[in-house]
């Protein structure tokens, strides 16, 4: 008998899932409709090509319809993200309105479905005994605090290769904190996974309850992480001292959302970035 993962029943058949949702492969595809995909490899450096994301046979259609439904208000957000262009290195902008609950809940669906995957890809992720409180707050819709399994976005700059490529997971170190990092959609996701993580500067890092999400620009060129990560290298990242965030853009999921105005000071100098699409 097979048991769902989420809900841990057989009440209902085993559907073959996504590992990570699939419009994260959306950008990869190249005209070929082939996408590039980064693993690390067990030593490092190995580079595989797959013809489309990983799927499992994880979830009971019921855990499904329950997980898509964050998936979908995931999408919507990143998709109304705007292009930080000309924004330096480890600077950024808040997010306004945006779902705490739904958009928590999606990243960490992506954390506790890369820890229950047995797929290779997806190795580096070993929640150890922090998988079964995840699995149970994901089932419960609890998105519990922001530093609980809390991820940090960045936004890729230097990217016209990166665009298309999904790095699946490895291991990193924030600050002392276990976490787990990886790259899609043009972003880097960093999470943290350990009880003390309130004693990081959660509000310039997480999504806030207020609905306030950090976005913080990486060039791929300049960042350590990022290096490290295409070396396979398992990597540790201490935040900015000055986070440096500029400013606020909403994420409202409203037809005005759509041609969203950030403005922002760089360097004294007030400049509008207006909301892209990807
Ligand atoms: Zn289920």
């Known amino acids: ?33 082939r996408g590039l995909y980064l693993d690390p490899g067990p030593g490092g450096g190995g580079r595989d090509i797959l013809q489309k994301g990983p799927r499992e046979r994880l979830l009971c259609s019921s855990c499904e319809t329950h997980l898509s439904a964050f998936e979908r208000y995931g999408a919507t957000i990143l998709r ?61 819709a609890n998105p519990g605090e922001p530093w609980e399994y809390g991820c940090a976005l960045n936004q890729l700059q230097d990217i016209d290769d990166f665009k298309r490529v999904v790095m699946f997971p490895g291991e990193m170190k924030l600050e002392g904190h276990k976490g787990f990092h990886f790259m899609a959609w043009g972003y880097h996701w960093r999470f943290v996974v350990s009880s003390h993580a309130s004693s990081l500067p959660y509000d310039e890092l997480f999504l806030t309850p207020e609905g306030k999400l950090p976005i913080r620009v990486s060039s791929i060129k300049a960042s350590d992480l990022v290096q490290g990560m295409l070396r ?17 853009a909403t994420a409202a999921p409203d037809a005005q959302a759509r041609s969203a105005s950030v403005t922002s000071r760089i360097g004294g100098v007030i400049a509008d970035a207006t909301a892209g699409q990807r």
């Open 232 to 248: 396979g290298e398992r990597v540790v990242e201490k935040p900015a001292a000055n986070p440096g965030m500029q400013g606020t």
């Open 80 to 140: 109304r993200l705007p292009i930080l262009e000309g924004y330096h290195a480890n600077t950024g902008i808040w997010i306004s309105d945006v779902d705490y609950t739904k958009f928590k809940l999606f990243t960490m669906s992506l954390l506790w479905r890369a820890s229950v995957s047995r797929e290779v890809m997806f190795r580096k992720v070993q929640l150890g005994p922090d998988e079964e409180p995840l699995r149970r707050m994901i089932a419960l």
């Open 1 to 33: 008998m097979e048991l769902c993962r989420l809900c841990l029943t057989a009440d209902m058949p085993i559907r073959n899932s996504h590992i990570f949702s699939e419009f994260l492969y959306g950008p990869s595809y190249d005209e070929k409709h």
